[in-house]
């Protein structure tokens, strides 16, 4: 990845598909061998409800949702990203994308958090994609794919693992709550829940739509295993069960999934978090947005402005995130106006030419803006969404 600029330009690179690394993404864990691929799962995965999603142990013994893997793995899962936290969000977005979601939501909740004995702040994504069954939530707690499961040429996910790195880097314990239009499942990816264990747990609970109502689904794990993974997750989590419902109760009858992360102070403390609620009040109108920032100031030599929104405002990566905006996106509540780079630039000059036999698409230009900053930068896009931003 380019790391410098030396001329005065704006850059913008589209790699139209490459399996490049992402984010700072080291390859070599992308490409690692899968641990509970669904391919080659007998070997590495005890649960059975997991290798046979339909099938249930005979009635009152309890399958537990072990993986043969240490649960310092979640931790190292969290390294991926390191560079940049913003490659972290960016995971749940492309997720959002591939789930062809139209809408996505991020915020900062506030939370009481009992077994911490104070409030906390969770980071909360809600997207209105097609959700998922209780097979393919089991499916996104696997390590790695042995091959892309889709046919879809419009489709960002095909390691396996983005879900996993991406929510072990923003904090330590995540809970995902999916519905589709015949079921929802609660699932708890949780370094807290995993501490001193020899094989990490992964707690899924599935239910299926009865009418109005969802109910457990027997035909997926038994009741007793519900039970264990729902304790599991009332004792690890801020959820109990009427948050569970006040959450599930925002999908209404549609589609969608909602990610909540919390122990969000993982970052180390370099960083701090900041959360501006975006609000109409009079005449003015403030736009909503989560503010990551390292204490550490990044050097610019040559560069007069030294205060780069794009290292520390999500709203601002947000801006630019797309080259063609995809979803509505919100921050704090309020609608991040897309800003659309190539559109923006001036004396543009692209260039294209193939990367190893993939078509790249260089796109040279100036932004009055930055130029009066006397900044510059390069914006590197692959299937349309911002990867690395050297600036
Ligand atoms: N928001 C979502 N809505 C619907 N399905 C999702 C969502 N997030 C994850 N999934 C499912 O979970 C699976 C695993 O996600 P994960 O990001 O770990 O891997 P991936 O997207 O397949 O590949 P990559 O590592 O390249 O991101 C996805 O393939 C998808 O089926
Ligand atoms: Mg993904």
């Avoid at 043969?68 to 972290?88: C, E, K, M, N, V």
């Avoid at 995993?194 to 094989?199: A, L, R, S, T, W």
């Avoid at 519900?226 to 419902?245: T, W």
């Avoid at 736009?287 to 030599?301: A, E, F, M």
């Amino acid at each position: 990845m380019v790391k410098e600029c030396s001329g005065r330009i704006d850059a913008l690179i589209q790699i139209k598909d490459s399996a490049t690394s992402e984010d700072n993404f080291s390859p070599i864990l992308k490409s690692s061998p899968a641990i509970g691929d669904p391919g080659g799962c007998e070997s590495t995965i005890e649960n059975s409800s997991r290798t046979q999603p339909h099938s249930v142990k005979p009635s009152g013994s309890l399958e537990k949702n072990y993986v043969r893997a240490d649960p310092s793995y979640l931790q190292t899962l969290g390294q991926a990203h390191s560079g940049w936290i913003f490659g972290a969000i960016a995971e749940l977005i492309d997720n959002s994308r591939d789930a062809k979601a139209t809408k996505w939501d991020i915020s900062i909740e506030m939370i009481y958090f009992s077994k911490a004995g104070k409030t906390i702040p969770m980071l909360s994504v809600r997207d209105d994609g097609h959700g998922m069954t209780h097979q393919e939530i089991v499916r996104m707690t696997y390590f790695g794919h042995k091959q892309p499961g889709t046919n879809d040429p419009d489709r960002i996910g095909r390691f396996g693992v983005g879900f996993k790195t991406g929510a072990m880097r923003l904090g330590r314990d995540a809970l995902v709550l999916t519905q589709t239009a015949d079921s929802r499942s609660i699932a708890f990816l949780s370094q807290s829940l995993n501490e001193g264990k020899d094989n990490l747990e992964i707690p899924i609970v599935s239910y299926c739509r009865k009418g109005q109502y969802m109910e457990l689904d027997k035909s997926v794990q038994s009741q007793a295993t519900a039970k264990y993974n729902l304790k599991a997750i009332k004792e690890f989590s801020p959820f109990d069960k009427y948050m569970i419902g006040e959450k599930a109760g925002l999908f209404g009858d549609f589609s969608g999934t909602q990610i909540y992360i919390w122990n969000l102070d993982e970052w180390g403390s370099d960083y701090s978090l900041e959360k501006k609620d975006g609000f109409l009040g009079g005449s003015s109108f403030h736009q909503g947005d989560i503010l990551i920032r390292s204490r550490r100031i990044r050097s610019r030599p040559g560069q007069i402005s030294q205060k780069v929104p794009l290292d520390y405002s999500l709203g601002s990566y947000l801006e630019v995130i797309f080259l063609v905006p995809r979803m509505r996106l919100s921050i704090q509540g309020s609608l991040v106006k897309s800003r659309l780079l190539a559109k923006s630039l001036n004396k543009t000059h692209v260039e294209t030419t193939t990367i190893m036999g993939k078509p790249v698409q260089l796109t040279l230009g100036r932004c009055q803006f930055e130029w009066e900053q006397m900044n510059c930068g390069i914006f590197l896009y692959w299937h349309g969404r911002l990867i690395e931003v050297s600036f």
